[in-house]
């Protein structure tokens, strides 16, 4: 008897650790302009609002907002069911890519803004 009740206790405790999760301030420095995202370390997360202003080939553009422009690499998969053009307010998200030579924004989602 004394055995199931320390089998039950042992997994009543792992799956609250299962269901535990940080809550505490983000861990993660977060970047909100295009020139800011420009000097940032790599895999930095990044949400930038401003207008994708031209297609530079296959999956990357131009992004601009008041601070300045950077290129973004956006997957077919990631566009939003509207269209969108350079008028077209965005919120992008994502993370900074640096290269060797050039460093960039990897999105992982675009949202059209009101």
């Given amino acids: 008897m004394k055995s199931i009740k320390t089998l039950a206790g042992i997994l009543a405790l792992a799956s609250g650790m299962a269901m ?19 000097k940032a370390a790599d ?5 930038l609002e401003g207008n994708i202003v031209r297609k530079l080939d296959k999956n990357h553009y131009e992004f601009r907002d008041a601070s300045g422009t950077i290129k973004v690499e956006i997957d077919h998969d990631k ?4 269209d ?5 307010r965005v919120r992008l998200t ?21």
Avoid: F, R, S
């Fill in 20 to 38: 535990a999760a940080y809550v505490g301030p983000d861990h993660a420095a977060k970047v909100t302009t295009a020139a800011d995202a420009a």
């Fill in 43 to 47: 895999d930095t997360l990044v949400v």
């Fill in 84 to 88: 969108v053009d350079a008028k077209t």
């Fill in 79 to 82: 566009w939003p069911a509207q």
């Fill in 94 to 114: 994502g993370e900074v890519d640096k290269g060797l030579i050039n460093t960039d924004v990897d999105v992982k989602q675009v949202e059209i803004l009101p």
